[in-house]
């Protein structure tokens, strides 16, 4: 009886090693996505019921809605109900030193130029030292508060300023929109949140590079950008650096609100996972991006350089609804190997003197297929709208292909809607010409790759083009033999 | 400087050069014409190393290297320059730009440090007044919607910056008018010099009243049938080239 009585003392007092109910378990949702899974990333982010419902409400129209069919290429079949949609911050395997990380990353990480403890964070290796951005954030966030302005993680925004997002949160792109739309509206995990108030301009760039708290919100981030009246925000997104995730499909949501004489600039530089030679294995980025023009003589600019996924399916665009609003579309599309681009833009011309210009260059590589789609759509009160659009496409090798889908909508006879599209290859010629000036021809086509894209390598802030223009040389290094 | 010797070449399944020989010294000018179709350009091609000519026999030494070994890209930074018949446009690649990587280029494999901007836009301005070149033409793209004139004036522009030893000036006449024909004429006699040498490329007399060649030779069917002095070139303009040829054609019955 008394040994009984002990191995029952014993295993009633000990702690349970195998932690079946410990805070790691429980910070990661059960794979599926059904309701419950719903109310539990909202319970766990401490929501409001509003936004609960409205999760809720992106779950319904995501029921409703099947998988496109209208794109350019087969999409994969992607096992929505395989995913955990929610998992606490910091679950990114971490290794203990840069020893154990590919070595191929590593090189680009070098040519790339960045900083030893910069390429630590980005491959996932634990940081030892403090951070260096962490300090320079903490400066800047100081700096902006005192001008009003709000830069913040999504789910702080809810929880701090929930009258500002319940007022503009799918305010542009409704949580029916499209089904990644709404798949993201109810799992989105986080993701960041701006607000610049009336008059001010933005002293800095903000980048989600500088917010600490920025890691691992990846896979279903959600960005909302309000610049109040006559306001002035430039935004950068991403960075040259390949990402390593662990996750496949990226389903975020970015809604920009430029009101009365405000402007706003985002700039992306994508570079994530592309898989290997064969496409195995890479990320497919299914990004619903869109601002609203919302008040007369505002401006909203988009400038994107596309380097990475397997897949990149995404079309930036800008409803045009204050008299006079002009809106932007910069594009470098850049696909090799067995990597797929299907991007573009749309513009909606609603209020009169409504201005747009599109910019899209594609370069295709390998085995890749490089789409250009794109929608200008003038409605019946845009009197004298007015679009340029002009998409060029590059091809390096015989085996890729690149393709344009423009379409075009009026219902006002004053609108003037100008479309230019050419598509050329690297000559001989012209590798050949650069040769006999001694520059050899990896650095040729990376010059002429560069003299191709500088219109809209133009339209990024300084640093980041400089890095651009490295990223894509070192993309297209070995692309033309 | 540049010996070839019995260059044959093909492009595709055609045989172009059928035994070339030709010597040029530091110092010397040698200019080398001949009826369309005789291969002139193409042994420009093959001396720059052009990726569609194939060389079948013969070989050739640059300052005793063997230049058929080496890739265009070594050939341009051993002293070899090509001013070419049709220069080639690149949009959004500034000239100057462009200028700094190959002459940057040219100086790391020669193991001289890079010039920095300053240095090299001192440089660019030298050279720019030495051969007349346009300010507004060295920031704009590379040749994009530069005139006929314009571009062949930059083909001397960058020989300027780039002082190799050897250049072959293909057709760098064609399409000129006298104005230009003139200025170019200058810029070359201007970088004439006993170390260097040129090779000129022409169907016409006209150039050579203006650089005055120190050899004439004479290239017809893959082969120089005949070489001189200046006064070859004299000879030519006035009884054109068939006489060359029926002499050419009775030697090789002969032989």
Not at chain 1, 19 to 26: A, N, S
Not at chain 1, 366 to 382: F, M, T
Not at chain 2, 184 to 211: C, M, P, W
Request: proline share 3%; hydrophobic share 35%; aromatic share 8%.
């Amino acid at each position: 009886m008394e040994t009984n009585d002990q191995i029952i003392q014993d295993i009633t007092s000990q702690e349970y090693e195998f932690g079946f109910i410990t805070d790691i378990e429980m910070d990661r949702a059960p794979v599926g996505l059904n309701e419950d899974t719903i109310r539990f990333i909202s319970q766990k982010k401490n929501e409001p019921e509003w936004m609960l419902n409205w999760r809720l409400k992106g779950y319904e129209a995501f029921l409703r809605q099947d998988m496109p069919i209208w794109q350019n290429f087969k999409l994969p079949h992607i096992n929505l109900q395989g995913i955990s949609y929610y998992a606490a911050p910091k679950t990114k395997k971490k290794f203990n030193s840069l020893d154990e990380i590919d070595p191929e990353l590593l090189a680009t990480f070098e040519k790339l130029g960045i900083p030893l403890n910069e390429q630590k964070a980005l491959s996932g290796v634990a940081v030892d030292a403090v951070f260096d951005s962490i300090s320079v954030a903490t400066t800047y966030k100081e700096k902006l508060s005192e001008l009003g302005i709000i830069f913040c993680s999504f789910g702080e925004a809810v929880q701090e300023h929930p009258e500002l997002v319940r007022k503009y949160v799918g305010s542009v792109v409704p949580h029916s929109d499209n089904i990644f739309a709404s798949l993201n509206t109810a799992v989105f995990s986080d993701g960041s949140f701006v607000y610049i108030p009336k008059g001010v301009r933005c002293p800095m760039e903000l980048s989600t590079y500088f917010r600490i708290n920025a890691e691992n919100t990846g896979q279903f981030e959600r960005t909302l950008i309000i610049a109040d009246e006559g306001s002035y925000v430039s935004y950068l997104e991403g960075c040259t650096a390949p990402m390593r995730d662990e996750n496949q499909l990226h389903a975020a949501v970015v809604e920009l609100i430029a009101l009365e004489g405000a402007e706003i600039k985002y700039s992306t530089v994508q570079n994530w996972y592309p898989g290997d030679k064969e496409g195995r294995g890479g990320i497919y980025n299914f990004v619903t991006k869109r601002g609203v023009c919302r008040g007369a003589n505002s401006k909203i600019s988009w400038t994107q350089v596309e380097t990475g996924s397997a897949i990149t399916w995404k079309y930036p665009g800008v409803i045009l609804q204050g008299d006079n609003s002009v809106g932007e579309f910069y594009s470098i599309a850049v696909t090799k190997n067995k990597q797929i681009a299907d991007t573009g833009t749309k513009m909606f011309h609603i209020g009169r003197n409504t201005k747009s210009r599109i910019i899209s260059k594609g370069i295709s590589a390998g085995h890749s297929n490089n789409s250009y789609r794109g929608l200008v759509q003038v409605g019946p009160k845009a009197e004298n709208a007015r679009n340029f659009t002009q998409c060029d496409s590059l091809l390096l090798g015989s085996e890729c292909s690149a393709n344009t889908f423009p379409y075009i909508e009026t219902k006002n006879n004053t609108a003037m809607v100008e479309h230019e599209a050419t598509t050329s290859k690297i000559g001989e010629d012209q590798i050949f010409y650069l040769n006999q000036r001694g520059i050899n021809t990896e650095k040729a086509v990376a010059l002429i790759v560069n003299g191709y894209v500088k219109e809209v390598l133009n339209q990024l802030p300084m640093e980041f083009a400089v890095e651009a223009q490295k990223l894509l040389s070192i993309t297209l290094e070995g692309s033309v033999g | 400087m540049l010996k070839i010797k019995n260059l044959h070449a093909r492009v595709e399944e055609k045989q172009i050069l059928k035994g070339i020989n030709l010597v040029v010294n530091a110092g010397e000018v040698h200019a080398i014409m001949g009826p369309n179709g005789s291969g002139k350009s193409s042994l420009a091609s093959v001396l720059a190393g052009r990726e569609n000519y194939e060389v079948l026999e013969g070989e050739v030494d640059f300052d005793g290297k063997d230049l058929l070994d080496m890739s265009p890209e070594d050939r341009a930074r051993e002293g070899l320059f090509m001013a070419f018949q049709y220069p080639i446009e690149i949009p959004g690649v500034s000239n100057i730009n462009f200028l700094r990587t190959a002459l940057n280029e040219i100086r790391t494999y020669k193991k001289l440090p890079a010039l920095d901007a300053k240095q090299f836009l001192r440089l660019s301005k030298e050279k720019q007044k030495l051969v007349e070149f346009d300010a507004k033409l060295v920031n704009r793209s590379l040749n994009e919607g530069f005139s006929g004139g314009e571009k062949k004036r930059n083909e001397i522009f960058q020989l300027a910056m780039l002082e190799p030893k050897l250049s072959i000036l293909d057709e760098t006449d064609s399409g000129l008018d006298i104005d230009a024909l003139r200025i170019v004429a200058s810029g070359v006699n201007k970088l004439r010099s006993k170390d260097n040498a040129f090779i000129l490329i022409t169907h016409y007399q006209r150039l050579l009243e203006y650089i005055v060649p120190d050899f004439v030779h004479v290239l017809y069917n893959g082969r120089i049938i005949k070489s001189g002095t200046k006064e070859l070139a004299l000879e030519l303009e006035e009884k054109g080239y068939d006489w060359l040829k029926e002499t050419f054609q009775e030697q090789t019955v002969q032989l």
